[in-house]
């Protein structure tokens, strides 16, 4: 059973570009969650997605960030008009359900965001 | 809001010596908290979890942790290190919604030969 996959591993752009970050849950698994780990800190919360469902984007900048988790396909995470303080480790997980409210979550290797 | 911290940001520890890693938590009601290991340039490994029950919990590579709920603390122990544990540690609780884990600041753990 394949694990949450990522990719690319490692992105870099020049300020002002775009970056599109891919990620494929687990089989079986319909929830993904995005998490943004700055140089030398731990995660942080991004977005949580459903197929075809924002539920919570409380940890999303409010500008040039985006998520979809589309009917087919993998998630996308994009990052529009980057700058430098983009550069960051983007990790996906995912979870097969909420079994009572809370589940465990399973990491992708990461995307490393190199702007520069 | 639920918080995390982990108090030691580096730890050194002599290969075959034991290891105690520290995590405390803020969160209003019973936490489900968990402990992930990131190998350097690689993604999260989940260690174990504690949910409900025993508060000893067992995981993977033979580290433990124990939740005291009196103490807020959820620390993670292993009698014996190996230079392959070297690694970082995160500790984490999710919030009631299930959706967001919360991570402490994370231990660097280094093993002596």
């Not at chain 1, 979809?68 to 480790?89: H, M, T």
């Not at chain 2, 014996?80 to 999710?94: G, I």
């Not at chain 2, 959706?99 to 660097?108: E, K, Y």
Request: charged share 20%.
């Amino acid at each position: 059973n394949a694990g949450v996959m990522q990719n690319p591993r490692h992105l870099v752009r020049r300020r002002g570009q775009e970056a599109r970050l891919r990620c494929s849950p687990m089989k079986g698994h319909s929830h993904v969650y995005w998490y943004r780990q700055l140089p030398e800190e731990g995660l942080k919360f991004m977005v949580y997605l459903q197929k075809e469902n924002i539920i919570d984007e409380s940890g999303m900048p409010k500008e040039r960030f985006s998520a979809e988790f589309p009917k087919e396909g993998p998630s996308i995470l994009r990052i529009q008009q980057v700058v430098r303080g983009d550069s960051a480790a983007y990790f996906c997980a995912s979870s097969p359900s909420l079994a009572g409210g809370r589940d465990t979550q399973y990491f992708g290797p990461g995307t490393r965001l190199t702007v520069l | 809001a639920q918080s995390v911290t982990q108090p030691d940001i580096h730890i050194t520890v002599s290969e075959g010596a034991s290891l105690e890693l520290r995590c405390n938590y803020s969160y209003g009601a019973t936490p489900y908290l968990f402990w992930y290991v990131q190998s350097p340039g690689q993604g999260l490994q989940l260690l174990l979890k504690y949910f409900s029950g025993d508060t000893l919990v067992q995981g993977i590579k033979g580290f433990e942790a124990e939740f005291k709920r009196s103490q807020s603390s959820f620390n993670l122990r292993k009698p014996s290190v190996h230079w392959s544990d070297a690694a970082e540690y995160f500790c984490a609780v999710v919030n009631n919604a299930g959706n967001m884990l919360t991570f402490g600041g994370g231990t660097r753990l280094m093993v002596k030969p």
